[in-house]
């Protein structure tokens, strides 16, 4: 069974750009999560779709960032215009049922602003 | 983070036993649990605990819960140097709550 996979691994961009994120979930899994670690700190959860749902969309930082996640398999994160707070890991993670066992995280992309 | 505090750095040597431990702070997290991440991966889910348990254990990790003093903590036996990564205490409240709050995580280095 193939993992979570998120793409891309690294990307740098400079501070204004765009920058949109991908995350293809475990089969199946109607349940895909999106977190991100800022310099090291805490793992901060994002937002949480059911499908192609928005569940809970509490833990988006501000409008510069917008989810999606069209026909309820693979998500995209865009951030637009990227600052340079937004620099971070940002994991994606997936689970079958409401995640009570646990979820299933990909490798995260290591978002670089300048 | 604020809601869930873990000490930054653990330090062990091979063989030793390693305890890394977890606060937090809403009495109401009804399930609890510890990732690990490896260099360069994602997380992992090592195991997680139930509110209504003490104790589990599964091979060399035992997890200990104190609910009065809302204190998680992660035993593991025979520390290696595999088991050198960052470990991550979370936790979430009830079964429809999609989102855990982890803490910053305890970076474990085991010297050989």
């Known amino acids: 069974e193939a993992g979570v996979t998120q793409f891309p691994s690294h990307s740098v961009i400079e501070k204004g750009q765009t920058v949109t994120l991908r995350c293809d979930p475990i089969?199946?899994?109607?349940?895909l999560y999106w977190y991100r670690r800022v310099m090291g700190k805490e793992i901060k959860f994002l937002l949480h779709?059911?499908?192609?749902?928005?569940?809970?969309e509490s833990g988006m930082p501000n409008n510069r960032f917008l989810a999606e996640r069209t026909g309820g398999t693979y998500s995209t994160l865009k951030v637009q215009p990227a600052e340079l707070e937004d620099s971070g890991v940002y994991f994606c993670?997936?689970?079958?049922?409401?995640?009570?066992?646990?979820?299933?995280f990909g490798s995260g992309t290591r978002l670089t602003v300048v | 983070g604020e809601d869930v505090e873990q000490s930054l750095f653990l330090s062990v040597r091979e063989g030793d036993s390693s305890v890394i431990n977890c606060t937090y702070t809403?009495?109401?997290?009804?399930?609890l649990y510890w990732y690990k991440q490896e260099p360069g991966a994602g997380l992992q889910l090592l195991t997680y605990?139930?509110?209504?348990?003490d104790m589990k254990q599964d091979q060399r990790l035992t997890v200990l819960l104190n609910k009065k003093d809302k204190h998680l903590s992660l035993r593991i036996a025979d520390t290696q140097t595999g088991d050198s990564a960052i470990y991550f205490c979370?936790?979430?409240?009830?079964?429809?709550?999609?989102?855990?709050?982890f803490g910053d995580g305890t970076t474990l280095t085991v010297k050989p």
């Open positions: 089969s199946g899994h109607d349940n």
């Open positions: 779709f059911v499908k192609e749902s928005k569940q809970d």
């Open positions: 993670a997936s689970s079958q049922d409401r995640g009570v066992l646990g979820y299933t």
């Open positions: 979370a936790e979430r409240k009830g079964t429809n709550a999609g989102k855990s709050t």
């Open positions: 605990i139930f509110s209504n348990m």
């Open positions: 809403d009495s109401s997290s009804t399930y």
